[in-house]
């Protein structure tokens, strides 16, 4: 049997470089992880600052491929080029994102009806990069039809890997994976392709892998966040015990990293928060803890609240749940 490869999917505010690292720290499980993007600056010169979350120092705990999200192409090769000269070998380019700001501009998933744009960066993008380069994608901006005028153009052209998200932009992260486009993408290209989207259990994967044996890797977003033990589970098939302690464990790292770095309370707890929407998923009946932990308003309350939480209230859901809950969704 093949290794498995799994990628931790990158997902803007979460998955940076502190919570990268006390995931590897705690659990462990991806071959990798693709960074939150970065967006080009025109005319600017880079400063190490702006690409602090991709820095080589601030990454030793994880191998990371940095992304980009632009449109244009001069700018993009600054960027690129500025992060090969890090010690990176492949920059991943951003066709996925759904957000209207970014999509209504022509960026993300808002370039993917324009073919002949994206044909016209590559050709002008590749000869001038010092490095290899792979794309995330979805299915298109508001139709399918979009990556499949646009697979057979970015064939011909070097691509270390396409990652696929068979979603549309217009979709978001709701509603089904379109798991037959994404068979009919497999089939019309020769990129080597990473799947993306709703990985949530173990057999959420099984069924992934027995469909699609020529996918080369898989990439976790939303569930590495919620149940950080799936990776593992899914490369090694061991359970771990103690699991509610040792998320209490991770959240403790991550609250103490994000004390360090940020800049006050308020936005410590902001961050904190942000991830309780993700936190929250694997267990039952948790509406009211997480209310009283969304609601705190101060470090000390909020940590109180979130001890109780872990020590007395936290009861994970089992998988079957989990899917219940999709199917109604
Ligand atoms: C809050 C949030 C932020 C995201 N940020 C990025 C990003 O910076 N770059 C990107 O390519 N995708 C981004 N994504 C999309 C994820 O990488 C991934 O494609 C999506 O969550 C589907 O995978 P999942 O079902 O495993 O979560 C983001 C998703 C979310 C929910």
């Not at 979603?167 to 798991?179: A, M």
């Not at 990776?231 to 403790?252: E, N, S, V």
């Not at 360090?260 to 904190?272: A, E, I, T």
């Not at 928060?273 to 948790?286: A, H, I, M, T």
């Amino acid at each position: 049997m093949p290794r498995i490869r799994l990628y931790m999917a990158p997902m803007k505010g979460l998955t940076d470089h502190l919570f990268r690292s006390a995931f590897a720290d705690h659990f462990g499980g991806f071959d990798l992880a693709v960074a939150p993007f970065i967006t080009t600056k025109q005319g600017h010169r880079i400063k190490r600052n702006y690409v602090k979350d991709v820095l080589p120092e601030n990454n030793t705990r994880m191998p990371v491929i940095p992304q980009i999200l632009s449109k244009t192409a001069g700018d993009f090769i600054i960027l690129a080029n500025y992060l090969y000269d890090l010690g990176y070998d492949t920059v991943n380019w951003n066709l996925g994102c759904p957000y209207p700001m970014v999509a209504n501009k022509k960026r993300g998933s808002g370039m993917l009806p324009y073919t002949d744009r994206i044909q016209a960066f590559l050709d002008r993008v590749i000869p001038e990069i010092n490095g290899s380069l792979s794309i995330k994608m979805r299915l298109g901006w508001k139709e399918n039809i979009d990556i499949f005028k646009l697979l057979p153009v970015i064939d011909p052209y070097p691509l270390s890997q396409i990652i696929i998200h068979p979603r549309t932009g217009l979709q978001r992260y709701e509603g089904p994976v379109d798991l037959d486009a994404f068979e009919d993408c497999l089939a019309v290209t020769g990129h080597t392709v990473v799947y993306n989207g709703d990985i949530r259990t173990v057999d959420d994967f099984r069924r992934l892998y027995q469909r699609f044996d020529r996918v080369h890797a898989w990439m976790i977003g939303r569930w590495c966040i919620a149940d950080p033990f799936l990776p593992g589970r899914i490369t090694t098939g061991a359970d771990i015990p103690d699991k509610i302690y040792r998320m209490q464990l991770f959240h403790d790292t991550l609250f103490e990293a994000y004390n360090r770095v940020l800049d006050g309370p308020s936005h410590v707890m902001n961050k904190m928060k942000g991830f309780w929407r993700y936190f929250s998923l694997p267990f039952e009946d948790c509406k009211k803890s997480m209310k009283n932990i969304t609601k705190s308003r101060l470090p000390e309350q909020y940590l109180e609240r979130v001890n109780l939480f872990f020590e007395t209230e936290a009861k994970l859901r089992k998988p079957a749940d989990i899917h219940a809950q999709r199917t109604r969704q």
